[in-house]
């Protein structure tokens, strides 16, 4: 089941260090099927607050996500992010289709 990594990027310094991990996640991210599916941009807010940035990336599931995050080549440009933003990350599965509602009642 395709699984995400989503980010809400509460702050960012941009500088130099973001700047490289920018340029450095692609290739993090290549060798698990991960790819950008929303990084950044305008989002319209209709309910509440949403200060910062949403990050979502997709992987064929939730062992490829895993294996990303553990990588030794995302490992080496985590702190980059880490040490440079307020962030909370989550990973999540996603839903087969046909999928109503109703079906998280079980």
Do not use: C
């Amino acid at each position: 089941m395709t699984a995400y990594a989503i980010a809400h990027m509460r702050q960012v310094t941009m500088g130099p260090q973001i700047v490289e991990y920018l340029h450095k996640i692609d290739a993090t991210l290549e060798p698990f099927g991960g790819r950008f599916l929303v990084h950044g941009g305008d989002v319209e807010v209709i309910e509440n607050d949403w200060p910062g940035n949403l990050i979502i990336i997709e992987f064929p599931d939730r062992q490829h996500v895993r294996e990303w995050y553990a990588s030794p080549a995302y490992q080496a440009i985590l702190a980059l992010r880490t040490e440079n933003s307020q962030s909370d990350v989550v990973f999540a599965d996603g839903v087969e289709h046909p999928h109503k509602a109703t079906d998280v009642l079980g």
